[in-house]
């Protein structure tokens, strides 16, 4: 089974731009989370999308938005980017089991990430 | 809120030296204790999750325990390729996922 996929890999940018990730689940998974990782704030939530909808979210600013399509794919996008932005993008996959099972829960997959730098 | 520990923050053993790795949290309504390996510019790579307090699992070199405050992961003879970060998080029960900051584990040969 293939596992996440992301593109690019790899993105470089100058402030006030704009950058779109895309994040392709794990065959069957539903849920897409997206996480920034940097070596100061480590591995920090972002959003979470299940059946094309929103379900959590983190603690950013507006300029970071996502949506996930009717195939499960995700997309990400930044607007007007600042020096700040540059860091690892990761995205995970998971089998949402709905919580409905005792004891259930969502082991997330993550893809290699994007590596945005902003300059 | 929901917090998760981990120490310590970098750990150097030669191989063949065995350890372990300390992930301490404090969240409502623990859904699933999760511990990844990351390696320098990759995504995780997941290894165990831990639902209940008092669960075991192994694999390979690994082993991850869980108490009701606390999981550790042993590392038994480790060898220069377990050289990674391992990241421990947290599901609670408004299923928002928590990352703890990693212990950067090397091993020398």
């Known amino acids: 089974k293939a596992g996440v996929t992301q593109t690019p890999r790899y993105l470089i940018k100058t402030r006030g731009q704009q950058v779109t990730l895309s994040c392709s689940p794990i065959?069957?998974?539903?849920?897409v989370s997206w996480y920034q990782q940097t070596p100061g704030q480590g591995l920090q939530f972002l959003f979470e999308y299940f059946s094309e909808t929103q379900r959590n979210k983190g603690n950013f600013p507006g300029r970071f938005s996502g949506r996930q399509f009717s195939n499960s794919r995700s997309e990400m996008n930044v607007s007007t980017l600042e020096l700040g932005d540059s860091a690892l993008y990761l995205c995970?996959?998971?089998?949402?089991?709905?919580?409905?099972?005792?004891?259930?829960?969502?082991?997330?997959?993550f893809g290699p990430g994007t590596r945005l730098t902003v300059l | 809120e929901d917090q998760v520990t981990q120490s310590p923050e970098a750990l150097r053993l030669q191989e063949g030296e065995s350890s372990s790795l300390n992930c301490s949290y404090t969240v409502s309504g623990l859904r699933g204790l999760f511990w990844y390996r990351q390696d320098p510019g990759k995504g995780p790579e997941f290894l165990f999750t831990?639902?209940?307090a008092g669960e075991e699992k192994e694999k390979e070199r690994l082993k991850a325990t869980l108490t009701k405050k606390e999981s550790f992961l042993h590392i038994t003879a480790p060898k220069p390729e377990d050289s990674a970060t391992y990241l421990c998080a947290v599901q609670a029960g408004n299923n928002d996922m928590r990352f703890g900051a990693g212990t950067r584990l090397t091993v020398k040969p």
């Open positions: 995970a996959s998971s089998f949402w089991t709905g919580g409905l099972l005792a004891g259930s829960t969502d082991t997330q997959y």
């Open positions: 831990l639902y209940s």
């Open positions: 065959s069957g998974h539903r849920s």
